[in-house]
């Protein structure tokens, strides 16, 4: 039987009294791999911020049948500042969880954990450098080990290609692809085309949510979803994925 | 020389260099945790209101610093909690807790019967008359925060860098987030009493900009603050002995000297070096 993990049922949400989304409905399996679209300001963020507790919702709800699953989660790079003196070590170990509320210090098996993510993510050498002398690509990396270092059941990244190489971009996808054997992701692009080779299920976001069964979409399909994105191809592989109509 | 050596034969100036120590290290902390999360701002908006307390204390004929302690705090939790609720434009808010807060001082220092307060002492403190009651509190409290920063480092700084992602963790973020907005009014009140409201600012952010030319380490930052807090503010107690000046204003002007040279030795530095890399 395949409970979801999360239930989104007419659910709206904004920031003061100006509904951003509404009546939003979504349901994310165990091993969903769904790629958030959708045009700036469209509430992709609110979105996941939502399913992340972190915003009041106006109506309806979410829910949690499996219990609230434990998430990693990778924030726009406009939400981090870089010159807050952090190093990447401390950064990364934000992401285990204390046991011990008033004494919330890493035990050894943690620091055993940390140590093996960094050394496993090539970061090992920069782990007592600020955060602030990193590339866009390197804190990018130490974001995701961040997210990932506490074993989420749910990944969820926002834009997490912001400020890096079409190379990083690549390594990155291949990453997630073998991540989803584990985990359920939900990953944010203005571009369907460089993720929809691997994602499984696209979700338009703009003042509410249009979900897609699929990955591929065509340009008609987002004109009725009223989700003006990006389709313009980069590289060679969005061509073969999005059946455009009007090419073929 | 002699001058310098027999002035620590004077109870006063004792207690003088332990208060400068005290407050270097509490605003070490406090400040550190300022400026990391720009909100600078923010602990001027507590500093100011403060005067609020202290005129209404006055007027009460209380103790001015426990008036100065209770409207710090509840301005410090006020402007937090704006912040949490987000719904009035939180600088606009400082700014108008900052100059209320001054207004309702001087008000009530105006229409307080007999005698006037000295004014002056809390604009520019007194460090010359520090107490041994206001040292132990001030000890007393330095051990508190340091424990607490020893203790919950880690939701400490990870509250302050990424509240978000924190709360996704579990952590309990607005009670860390207030339990900060006291240490750092606490603080402030405390160096009130030493460096005076005009000034106390400059003992958590310049010690704390200096610092950050060693190292981008929260950690290290704050005993590298410490120490130039110490440093700049005795040499501005031995000048201010010297040349008959008022102590804090001196302790200021160490500090932002200190600042400056050492900035200077980092750029001569840098440059020497990348004169001699391109040499090779
Ligand atoms: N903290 C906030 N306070 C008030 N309004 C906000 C806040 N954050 C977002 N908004 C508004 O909510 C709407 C949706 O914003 P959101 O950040 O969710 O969009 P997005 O799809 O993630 O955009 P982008 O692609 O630019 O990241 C926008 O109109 C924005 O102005
Ligand atoms: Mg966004």
């Known amino acids: 039987m395949n409970k979801p993990l999360v239930i989104l049922e007419k659910m709206s949400t904004g920031y003061f009294s100006e509904t951003v989304l509404k009546e939003v409905d979504l349901e994310i399996f165990p091993d969903d791999f769904i790629g958030v679209i959708g045009p700036n300001g469209g509430g992709k963020t609110t979105l996941i911020k939502a399913i992340l507790g972190l915003q009041r919702l106006f109506s309806g709800k979410i829910s949690f049948p499996r219990g609230r699953p434990n998430t990693g989660y990778l924030p726009q790079a406009s939400q981090i500042d870089r010159g807050f003196p952090i190093t990447v070590k401390e950064l990364v170990s934000a992401g285990l969880k204390s046991s011990n509320p008033l004494f919330p210090h890493l035990s050894p098996k943690q620091r055993r954990k940390l140590n093996a993510m960094l050394e496993e993510a090539g970061l090992a050498g920069l782990a007592g450098k600020p955060i602030g002398e990193l590339s866009g690509g390197q804190l990018q990396k130490a974001l995701l080990c961040r997210a990932l270092i506490d074993d989420p059941q749910l990944l969820i990244l926002d834009e997490p290609n912001t400020h890096v190489d079409k190379q990083f971009e690549q390594e990155l996808y291949g990453w997630l692809g073998a991540l989803n054997k584990k985990m359920a992701i939900m990953l944010v692009s203005h571009d369907i085309g460089t993720i929809s080779p691997i994602v499984k299920t696209i979700a338009c976001v703009n003042g509410t949510l249009h979900y897609h069964p699929s990955n591929q979409l065509s340009e008609e399909v987002l004109k009725v979803y009223n989700c003006p994105v990006d389709v313009i191809a980069h590289g060679p592989i969005p061509h073969r994925v999005l059946k455009s109509h009007h090419h073929d | ?280």
Request: a positive charge.
């Open chain 2, 1 to 280: 020389m002699t001058d310098l050596i027999q002035v620590f034969e004077y109870q006063f100036f004792r207690h003088a260099l332990a208060a400068a120590v005290l407050t270097s290290v509490l605003a070490a902390m406090a400040g550190t945790y300022i400026v990391s999360r720009r909100i600078v701002f923010i602990g001027g908006g507590i500093t100011h209101a403060s005067f609020g307390g202290i005129g209404l204390a006055y007027y009460l004929g209380m103790n001015p610093f426990a008036g100065a302690a209770v409207f710090g705090i509840l301005t410090a939790l006020g402007i937090e909690w704006i912040s949490q609720k987000g719904k009035i434009r939180e600088d606009s808010a400082i700014a108008m807790l900052w100059s209320f807060g001054m207004a309702l001082g001087i008000i009530f220092v105006f229409i307080t019967p007999g005698y006037t307060p000295n004014l002056m002492s809390f604009l520019f403190g007194s460090i010359l008359s520090v107490g041994r009651v206001d040292l132990q509190l001030m000890l007393a409290f330095s051990l508190v925060v340091i424990l607490l920063f020893v203790v919950f480092f880690r939701p400490v700084l990870s509250t302050a860098f990424d509240p978000e992602f924190a709360k996704t963790k579990g952590i309990p973020v607005a009670r860390f987030r207030y339990l900060m907005s006291v240490v750092i009014a606490i603080s402030i009140v405390l160096s009130i009493r030493t460096v005076g409201i005009i000034l106390v600012l400059s003992m958590f952010t310049i010690p704390q900009i200096t610092a950050m030319l060693f190292t981008r380490n929260f950690a290290r930052i704050i005993p590298v603050a410490a120490l130039w807090g110490i440093t700049g503010s005795v040499a501005g107690l031995m000048a201010a002995y010297l040349l008959d000046i008022p102590a804090a204003a001196a302790i200021i002007f160490m500090l932002t000297i200190q600042f400056l040279i050492i900035k200077g030795v980092f750029i001569t530095l840098n440059n020497l070096r990348r004169k001699g890399a391109r040499r090779r």
